[in-house]
C-alpha cells in the first residue's frame, strides 16, 4: 500500500506535510548536503522584509530547559537581495517554496504580498503576524482579531499565491483570531510563532539575550501548541499548519491528530539537521503500518472527551 | 562539505585544568582543517537540547582513509558537564566540518596565543604548520596556574617555546596573556612574528588583536559566539564588526583576520 | 552580614519570599519528615473548594519535555474537611499558612473567601482564577480584566485577610489583569498558573489526559513566565509572587530580578521534595555573597535595554 | 517514614526480557516492605524530569545496619532507557520507602502472579514469606518467551514451584497468566492458596481478582499510575474505586485487596 501523503494549500500541492519553519532554515541553499529537499513538502524562508535588517546585536540566542530563546530581530538579505541572489537557487529545488515575510504596517504586508506573490518560483506565502523579537510590526497584528484580519485581507487582495498566516501563541482564544483570518480570505494558518519569554543573567543582571525579550521554542513549548492547534481546528476550515516543537515523525502524528494538516520542523533542524526527512519517512511509515491512506484519517482524529 | 555521523565516542579523559579530551572512533569523514569546528550532541534527551560547538584539536586519517577526531573541552555548563560524565562507547552526534578555519602564515614564525581553553585549535594548527624552517610559539594565559589545560603531546613540535602567563602570577609571567604578547613583541620588534593566531574570551582578542595592529603584525583570531545551528541559517551566532555589518561566525568564521571584526586599518 | 529576607503580603510578613505552589504540596502535613517548615517563608494548599470533589479521571498527568501536563481536576477535601481534618497541623508549623481556594461564580469566591478568611491559622489566602482544568471555575476569570476584577473585588470585601490573586499565563497582555486586580483590592499577585497545554497518544488517539486538556507546568515553562512576572511587575505596585518552573534558587533571583517579590516552588517538589528549603537557602547565600542586605535591591533590578 | 537519599549505583546489568537490575551501595536507610516501592531519578538535567517509580525488588541489611535495594525494571520509556545508559558509580536520588507494602499471607500457602515486569516485587515478598511449612508459586506470564525476565535466583524459595504462560504458547502454558491461574485455582479448588498476590497490567489484576473472587481466595494487587510525587500530594495517581471513592496509589497502595478497587464482595 503507498498513501498518499499531499497536502493542498489553496491551489499549492505539498508532496508531504512536512515543511521547515522560517529562520530556521535558512534560504535552504545552506542545508543542501543535509536535506533531500525531494523527500519533503516544502521550505519556508527566513521573514523578507521590505527592506534588508541586521537584526539585534549580541546575544541573540539562549537555551532553556528544552527550549531556546531567541530574539535575531529578523535579520534578513530584503526583497530585493531575495530575489536577486536566493530565488534562483529556491527556484531549482525539487519542493514547494513558502516565502515567509512581514512589515510594520498593513499596507507593507500587502505591498510586499504583492511583490513576492509575483515571483516565478515562490509558491504561497507566509504573513508572519506574530514576531515577539521586534519594536514594529509583527505581534501587535498577532493579538487582536481585527487587526489580524485586516493584514490578512490586504494581503490577499494584493496577490493570488497561495497565502498563509502564521499566528501568535500567547492570546487567550486562538479560535477567535484563527476564524477572523479564515474569514478575511487566507488559505491556511500556521499555529504558531515562537512564545514570548525572557531569560536574565543573576550574575550581570542583564537579560539573556540583547533585545531584553524573546522567543521561546522547541520541545518546551509542543505541549501548548498542540492545544493551541487543536482549538484553532475547531474554529475554522482551512487547513492548520503546527509550528512549535515537534521533533520526531510521533510529534508529526500527534500534532495531525490534534487538527494540522502540515506541521513545520523548526529548532529540530539545529538539533538535526536532517529532522525533517526522518520526520516524512516516519509518517509515511506510521500511515503504511496502520492502514492510513489518507491523511484526511488522522487530521483531528484525536477522541476528545 | 559539513556532514552529520554519528561517531562512538573511543576516550574520554581528564585533561587537567578542568577540561576534558575526547577521543572519537575513526569514521569515514572529510578531514576538517585546523580552526573549523564541529556541533556535538550526546545521545541524551530534550535537555540539554542543542549540540555544542567544539573546535577540531587534533585529528588523524587512520587506516582505510579514516578520519578520527579528537576534541579539548573545558567544563563550564550543562552540555559539557554530561559530556564529561559520559562513559566510552556511547556514540555522539558531530555535525561537521564547520566554518572557516586557520590559513597557513605568511613568513617563517608565527605565534599561538591562547586564553585558557582558548588553546584547542592549536595541536591540529601545529601539525598543519610545522615546517622543519619555522619557529613556531605557544603563549597561554589563565586566571591561575591550575586553569592551564594540559598540552603537553604537542610541545615537540613548538620550536619557538612555550610561555605561560597567569593573572595571578602562580606561575611564568605575572599578568595577562595580552601584557606577555605585547612585551614579547616589544622584545621581538626586529623580528616579529609572520603572523598570530588568537584564541579565547572575546575581549582577550581584541587587546590582542590591537597589540598586534600596533607591532604590524598580521593577527588571526577564532570568534565565539552561542550558536544554534552551525550552518548560517539560525543567525544566532551573528555580529556586528566595526563596518555596521554583519559577521556569521558559524560559516564567514570562526577564524577571521582581526581587522575585519575590530579595526578598518588594513591588515599590514 | 545577615540578610533581611522577609517579604511583607499585605499584613502577613513572610520569614523568606519562598513559598510551595498550591496543589503540589499537599496539605502540609505529607512533607513533615522531609521540610524544615521553619526554613520556609510558607506553604499554600491544594486548592479548596466550597464542597468536596473527587477531581478527574485516571490519567491525570504526563510528563513531557521539562514539563509536566496535569488535569487533576481540583481533587480536594473542601472547606469543611479541611477546616475539621487540615487546619490543626497547619496552625502548628512555623511558617505562613497560605489556603488557595476557588468556586464557579463571584458569589461563590466571596462566601468562600469570607469562610476561611475568618479561620483562625489562616494567614493569608490565594484566590485561584486561572485553573484550565476544570470546566466551571477558574480560567474565564483569569483571562479578562473586568471579570478578575469582580472576583477581587468580592473576595476583598468578603474578609481582612491577606488577599492573593492567581492569575492566567494564556493572555496577551497581563498587565492589564494584574492592574485591574490591583485596582480592587488585591494585596498581591502570583504570576501565573500552569499554561494550557494537550497531549495526545499516536496509537489510541485518546488524549494523554481524561479531561483532554491540562496545564503544562515545570522547567519548560519558566522563561514564559518570566516574562509575565516581568510584565506584572511593570504594570503595578503590590508585590508579584512568581509560579512556573522555579527548581533552584538561581531560579529564584531570576525571578525576583524581573520583579518577584516570592517564589512559588511547584512541580519541582516532585523532582526534590526538599527543593523548597534548598532555594531558601540558596537565596541567602547568594544575597550574603552579593552583599545585598535587601531584597529591594533585588526586585526588579534587571537591567532592560 | 520516606527518606530522600543520593545512593551510588554499585551494579547495572541486563536481566534479560528487555529488563534491568540495579543493585544500589549499602545506605542508612530504614528497611522497605516487601511490596513498597521508591521514587528514583538519576543524575540528569530536567528531561526526563520526575523520578520514576520502582517496586523494591530486593533488599538486605549489611554491615552496620545498612540496607542494600535492589530493583528490577523493564526498558520502557525514556527514563528507564536512560537508566540502562548509566553507568556504575554515578548516583540516584532515592525517595522512600513509600507507600503499603504486602502483608504476611494467612495460611500455609500463597500464589504469586506475574504480568511480565510485575515480578519485580517478588523476590523480596518471597524472601520476607518463605518458610519451611509453606508452599510458594510463582505463575508468571508475558507474551512471548523472550519478555520473561529472569528470576532465577528466588526460585530456590518457590517450593510450590514457578509455571510459565506465553500468549503465544512459546514457553509453557499456552494463554494468558490469568487463564493460567483459573485453570490452576481449579485443579487446586479442594487445597486452595491462602492469598494469591497479583501484579502486572491493571487489566491483567483486575482480570486476575476476579478469578480469585469465583474462586473465593483472597487476592491482593499491587496497582500503577503515572506518579508526580509519591507522597500523596500532587494527586496524580489517584484511581476511582467502584464505590466512587478516590483511592491514592502511591499512599492508600500501591498494594491493596483487589475487593477495595473492583468489587463489594467482601474478601471471604
Ligand atoms: C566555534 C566555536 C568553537 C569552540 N571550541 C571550543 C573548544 O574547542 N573547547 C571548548 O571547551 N569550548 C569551545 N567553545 C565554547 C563551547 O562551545 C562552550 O563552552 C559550550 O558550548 C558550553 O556549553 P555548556 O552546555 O557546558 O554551557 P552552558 O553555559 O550550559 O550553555 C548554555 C548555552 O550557552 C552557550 N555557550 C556557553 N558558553 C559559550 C561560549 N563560550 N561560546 C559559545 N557558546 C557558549 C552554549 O552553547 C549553550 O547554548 C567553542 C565555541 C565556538 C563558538
Ligand atoms: C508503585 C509502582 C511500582 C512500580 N514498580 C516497577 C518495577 O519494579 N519495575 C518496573 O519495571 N516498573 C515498575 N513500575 C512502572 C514504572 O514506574 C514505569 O515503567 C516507568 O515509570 C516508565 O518510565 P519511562 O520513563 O521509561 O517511560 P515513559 O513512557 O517515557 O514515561 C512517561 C511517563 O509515564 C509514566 N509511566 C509510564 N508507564 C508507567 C507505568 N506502567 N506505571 C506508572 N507510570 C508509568 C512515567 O512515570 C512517566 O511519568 C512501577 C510503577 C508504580 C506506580
Ligand atoms: C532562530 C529562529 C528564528 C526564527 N525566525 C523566524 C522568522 O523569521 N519568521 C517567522 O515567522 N518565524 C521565525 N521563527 C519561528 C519558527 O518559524 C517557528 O515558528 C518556531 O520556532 C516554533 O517552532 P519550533 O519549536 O519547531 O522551532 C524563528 C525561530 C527561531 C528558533
Ligand atoms: C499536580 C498539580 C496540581 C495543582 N493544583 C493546583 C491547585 O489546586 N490550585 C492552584 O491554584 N494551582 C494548582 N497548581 C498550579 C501550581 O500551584 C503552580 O502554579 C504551577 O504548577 C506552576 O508552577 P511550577 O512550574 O513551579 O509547578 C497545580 C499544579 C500541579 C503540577
Ligand atoms: S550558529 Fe546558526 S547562524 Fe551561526
Ligand atoms: S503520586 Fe502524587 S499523589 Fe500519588
Same mark, same amino acid.
Given at each position: ?124 506565502? $507566509? #504573513? ?5 523579537? &521586534? %519594536? ?6 498577532? =493579538?487582536?482579531?481585527? !487587526?489580524? @484580519? ?6 490577499? $487582495? #494584493? ?5 498563509? &498566516? %502564521? ?6 482564544? =486562538?479560535?477567535?483570531? !484563527?476564524? @477572523? ?125 | ?268
Amino acid at each position: 500500500m503507498t498513501t498518499d501523503l499531499s497536502v493542498r494549500i489553496g491551489d499549492l500541492i505539498l508532496r508531504n506535510p512536512i515543511l521547515t519553519a522560517s529562520g530556521t532554515f535558512g534560504y535552504a541553499s545552506e542545508y543542501e548536503t543535509m536535506v533531500d529537499f525531494n523527500k519533503i513538502g516544502g521550505v519556508i524562508t527566513k521573514g523578507i522584509s521590505p527592506e534588508p535588517r541586521l537584526g539585534n546585536t549580541q546575544p541573540r540566542i539562549w537555551e532553556t530547559e528544552s527550549g531556546l530563546i531567541n530574539a535575531i530581530g529578523l535579520d534578513n538579505v530584503g526583497v530585493e537581495d531575495f530575489e536577486r541572489s536566493k530565488l534562483a537557487y529556491l527556484r531549482e529545488i525539487d519542493c514547494a517554496v513558502v516565502v515567509n515575510f512581514f512589515a510594520e504596517s498593513t499596507d507593507g504586508y500587502a505591498q510586499l504580498a504583492r511583490t513576492l506573490g509575483a515571483m516565478a518560483g515562490v509558491d504561497a506565502l $507566509e #504573513a508572519n503576524i506574530s514576531c515577539p523579537n &521586534v %519594536k514594529a510590526g509583527g505581534r501587535e497584528f498577532g =493579538i487582536d482579531p481585527a !487587526a489580524a @484580519a485586516d493584514v490578512t485581507m490586504a494581503s490577499r $487582495e #494584493a496577490t493570488n499565491c497561495p497565502l498563509i &498566516v %502564521k499566528l501568535s501563541p500567547d492570546v487567550s482564544n =486562538i479560535g477567535d483570531i !484563527a476564524s @477572523a483570518v479564515e474569514n478575511a480570505g487566507a488559505d491556511a494558518i500556521t499555529v504558531a510563532n515562537s512564545v514570548p519569554a525572557m531569560a536574565i543573567d543573576i550574575d550581570s543582571h542583564q537579560p539573556r539575550l540583547s533585545f531584553g525579550r524573546g522567543g521561546l521554542t522547541g520541545p518546551a513549548v509542543r505541549p501548548i501548541v498542540t492545544r493551541l492547534v487543536y482549538d484553532s481546528a475547531q474554529a475554522t476550515n482551512i487547513p492548520i499548519i503546527a509550528s512549535g516543537g515537534a521533533s520526531t515523525w510521533r510529534d508529526v502524528v500527534e500534532f495531525m491528530l490534534a487538527g494540522a494538516s502540515a506541521v513545520q520542523a523548526g529548532t529540530v533542524n539545529f538539533v538535526n539537521p536532517r529532522a525533517s526527512v526522518e520526520m516524512a519517512e516516519g509518517l509515511e511509515m506510521y500511515c503504511q503500518q496502520h492502514g492510513i491512506n489518507s491523511l484526511n484519517q488522522l487530521v483531528g482524529a484525536v477522541d476528545m472527551p | 562539505m559539513p556532514a552529520l555521523s554519528r561517531i562512538p565516542l573511543e576516550t574520554v579523559e581528564d585533561a587537567g585544568g578542568g577540561c576534558l579530551r575526547l577521543v572519537c572512533a575513526p569514521a569515514s569523514l572529510v578531514a576538517p582543517m585546523p580552526g573549523q569546528f564541529y556541533m556535538v550532541r550526546g545521545p541524551w534527551e530534550a535537555d540539554p537540547l542543542l549540540p555544542r560547538p567544539f573546535s577540531v584539536a587534533r585529528f588523524r586519517t587512520v587506516k582505510n582513509e579514516q578520519v578520527q577526531l579528537e576534541f579539548l573541552l573545558r567544563i563550564i555548563g550543562r552540555g559539557t558537564r554530561l559530556l564529561g560524565t559520559a562513559r566510552a562507547g556511547i556514540e555522539l552526534d558531530i555535525l561537521g566540518p564547520l566554518g572557516v578555519g586557520f590559513e597557513q602564515p605568511p613568513g617563517d614564525s608565527a605565534w599561538m596565543v591562547a586564553g585558557g581553553i582558548g588553546i584547542a585549535p592549536f595541536p591540529a594548527l601545529t601539525d598543519a604548520i610545522a615546517a622543519p624552517e619555522r619557529s613556531l610559539s605557544l603563549l597561554i594565559g589563565a586566571r591561575t596556574h591550575t586553569e592551564i589545560p594540559g598540552f603537553k603531546d604537542f610541545e615537540a613540535n613548538l620550536s619557538g617555546g612555550v610561555e605561560v602567563a597567569t593573572d595571578d602570577g602562580s606561575a611564568g609571567f605575572a599578568g595577562t596573556v595580552v601584557d606577555l604578547l605585547a612585551s614579547r613583541l616589544d622584545r621581538a620588534s626586529d623580528q616579529p612574528p609572520s603572523q598570530v593566531y588568537v584564541c579565547g574570551p572575546h575581549a582577550m582578542m581584541e587587546a590582542a588583536a590591537a597589540v598586534c595592529r600596533d607591532a604590524g603584525v598580521p593577527c588571526s583570531v577564532s570568534l565565539e559566539a552561542p550558536m544554534g545551528c552551525g550552518m548560517g541559517t539560525c543567525r544566532g551566532c551573528v555580529i556586528r564588526t566595526f563596518r555596521n555589518t554583519n559577521f556569521t561566525i558559524c560559516t564567514d568564521g570562526p577564524v577571521t583576520d582581526a581587522n575585519v571584526i575590530w579595526s578598518d586599518q588594513n591588515s599590514p
